[in-house]
């Protein structure tokens, strides 16, 4: 089956740090990889996605590369803000529109 | 601009209650979906529907019913709430399966039940 593994959080990093949360997936197939993020008290919303291998997603200064070779998804930010502070969902989708989600990340960015 | 939405987003209910979860999107979307999201599980899918008139199950579908009437509406039944349904629920639209992978997924903001 499908699965989706994300580090444990939460995380705290101080403003300007630099983020890495990984994720690492497998698949019985071809996977889309995503990153929704979801602030507190609203939904969730697609960050970033990447639809094949050696595919960088990136959006508001956040990058992923999708590699194959090691099944991994890893998001990155060279500099968090206050206003990143979050939950970051990893997610897979194999040939249909149906996510197989990781547990989630919670992010804390402190000034 | 409304894309996909919830309501209610918050309910309390007693044990044994019903209740119905109403999800509409107006973004002409096939697929729709529901997950739930627990603390330290993710968001696992409980139905979904790839068409007016047709559903599935999808992880967690014990305890729910859904139907799909039309293209816009897919909403979630509780038919005898139980104090392990409470979570909070997620409905999603996407575009046809025909178009390549990778398609964006809609959210709405979720709806937070309480079942005491």
């Known amino acids: 089956g499908n699965s989706v593994t994300q580090m444990e959080g939460p995380v705290t990093l101080s403003e300007e740090a630099f983020l890495t949360i990984n994720c690492t997936y497998t698949a019985t197939g071809y996977p889309s990889l995503f990153w929704y993020v979801q602030y507190p008290g609203e939904g969730l919303q697609l960050l970033l996605k990447a639809t094949k291998a050696d595919d960088k997603g990136s959006n508001k200064g956040f990058e992923a590369t999708y590699r194959k070779e090691t099944t991994s998804f890893h998001l990155e930010k060279g500099s968090v803000q206050v206003s990143d502070s979050a939950v970051y969902f990893c997610a897979l989708s194999v040939g249909s529109y149906q996510l197989t989600f990781g547990k989630g990340t919670k992010l804390s960015v402190i000034p | 601009n409304a894309g996909v939405t919830q309501t209610p987003k918050f309910q309390v209910l007693k044990t044994g209650q019903s209740m119905t979860l109403q999800c509409a999107q107006d973004?002409?979307?096939?697929?729709m979906s529901w997950y739930r999201q627990d603390p330290g599980m993710g968001l696992r899918l409980i139905h979904y529907s790839v068409g007016a008139g047709i559903t599935d199950q999808g992880e967690v579908p014990n305890g729910y019913n859904v139907s799909r009437s039309t293209t816009e509406d897919f909403p979630l039944r509780l038919l005898s709430a139980a104090p392990s349904q409470t979570s909070v629920y997620f409905c999603?639209?996407?575009?046809?399966?025909?178009?390549?992978?990778?398609?964006?997924?809609?959210f709405g903001e979720g709806s937070w039940l309480t079942v005491v």
């Open positions: 999603a639209s996407s575009y046809s399966q025909a178009v390549p992978s990778g398609n964006t997924i809609y």
């Open positions: 973004m002409n979307h096939e697929y």
